[in-house]
């Protein structure tokens, strides 16, 4: 697959031309500049190239935009094209020459100019000066009304030869598994992310909120294809003020509902606070698959290991009712100890959770929890009957019970079928939901 990079410097609208490409809102896009950080992969909608989003061209020699500009550079080497931006409102400026000059300087590939914010004539220079950067002639566009996008496809599509004929199946079903990574800033998730990449693909530092997008990297690791979503540290909201953290962290929570599994990454040398807890919740909710990834382990007394692991087992149990069993595990993102393992873990629950039970070995399971405890009475002082029971849904985990007296059964018996059910069926660590019907068993005329 063509691969494509984004490059300029900040605030020139390169964000908001790769969510126009895409037809997504993966890049964050704000006014301030430097917002992006990391480098953003997608697909175009309608091609089958592959696209990057870089962070803005900076010159700094230490920091997050020196390491935001290396990695941008990085992409841009590894391009087999590049979008270089301009403002065109602002006009040509010592920093667009600068930099033109470091890509052809890392680059052979072909380069197209894009003069962007040009939906106004009169608000836009004396095109001809950007002549002198050396890409030839500039085109016009508009990232944010989607004009002059043409000359980009025209331009891609005549690098790309036989390829540019093919398009992306609309209905072609995506096999890898979504894996978001999520938790509280400077736990590590970065890390972690770089470790089952085997590459510093992710900006890592000893300071909260470095990773400001939802980063998608389609990778291989232990066995399978996944795609995994680095997201933005999610904190209390009171200690949220500024409006690009506000807007980071409504695209992790995001994330949940895209992703098939979620890797909660907290800190072992820490104490687990509600926001954790939270984030748990909303995962259990959504009905997707949890692992909570112990990172730091290493830096654990050995001999406090067994207490501080079954504390938090007690924790998660305690506080969820979705839940039988969490999978927590212990892990090393900077050592690599324990990332297969989970890896290992999470694959064995997701092919579980993709099976479906036959519907007699349901009704035999719940044809045992019965005969081992009634169902109470109801407030009629009725016996409530369970007829039928079926699996009417995947993630969470859903079975379908056709009773008597549905309305009357009281939390505590529906807990004692889950947990019945979870047992049974291997799904102790998947999100299980059980709802009542008073419809009559379908296949009692049968």
Excluded at 85 to 90: E, F, K, P, S, T
């Amino acid at each position: 697959m063509m691969k494509i990079a984004i490059a300029g410097r900040p605030n020139t609208g390169k964000s908001t031309l790769f969510n126009a490409l895409t037809g997504t809102r993966d890049a964050l896009v704000h006014d301030r500049p430097g917002v992006t950080r990391d480098c953003i992969g997608g697909v175009f909608c309608d091609r089958p190239y592959q696209i990057m989003d870089t962070a803005g061209l900076e010159n700094a020699k230490s920091g997050i935009a020196s390491d935001s500009t290396n990695m941008a550079i990085d992409a841009v080497s590894r391009a087999d094209a590049i979008l270089f931006v301009v403002d065109g409102r602002v006009g040509l400026t010592n920093e667009d020459l600068e930099w033109a000059k470091l890509v052809r300087r890392k680059t052979r590939a072909p380069v197209l100019l894009l003069v962007n914010k040009t939906e106004s004539a009169k608000r836009v220079g004396d095109v001809h000066e950007f002549y002198k950067l050396g890409f030839g002639a500039p085109v016009m566009i508009s990232a944010e009304h989607k004009r002059g996008f043409d000359e980009i496809y025209e331009f891609l599509d005549k690098i790309a030869g036989d390829t540019a004929n093919e398009t992306v199946p609309e209905s072609a079903p995506d096999a890898r598994i979504k894996i978001a990574v999520l938790g509280q800033p400077n736990v590590g998730k970065s890390t972690f992310v770089n470790r089952v990449l085997g590459e510093n693909r992710q900006i890592v530092r000893d300071a909260p909120g470095i990773t400001r997008d939802t980063v998608k990297i389609p990778t291989h690791f232990y066995g399978r294809d996944i795609l995994l979503m680095d997201t933005a540290g999610l904190r209390r909201k009171a200690g949220v003020t500024d409006d690009v953290e506000t807007l980071s962290a409504l695209k992790s929570l995001d994330a949940i509902d895209k992703a098939d599994v979620v890797i909660l990454v907290v800190d072992a040398t820490r104490n687990i606070e509600n926001q954790a807890l939270g984030i748990a919740a909303r995962v259990y909710d959504a009905g997707k698959i949890l692992c909570v990834a112990l990172n730091k382990w290493d830096l654990i007394d050995p001999a406090e290991r067994d207490e501080k692991l079954l504390k938090l087992k007690h924790q998660f149990s305690n506080s969820f009712h979705q839940i039988i069993k969490p999978m927590i595990l212990a892990i090393s993102a900077e050592k690599g100890t324990g990332v297969q393992n989970l890896f290992k873990r999470i694959y064995q629950q997701w092919d579980i959770s993709m099976a479906q039970a036959p519907t007699s070995l349901i009704n035999r399971i719940i044809e045992k929890l019965v005969a081992d405890r009634q169902p109470p009475m109801s407030r009629l002082k009725r016996p409530m009957k369970i007829k039928f029971a079926r699996q009417t849904g995947r993630h969470p985990m859903k079975i379908t019970i056709n009773v008597g007296g549905a309305s009357d059964i009281p939390e505590s018996y529906t807990r004692y079928l889950r947990r019945g059910l979870a047992t049974a069926l291997e799904w102790e660590h998947l999100p299980i939901v059980i709802e009542y019907d008073k419809a009559d068993n379908p296949y009692d005329d049968k």
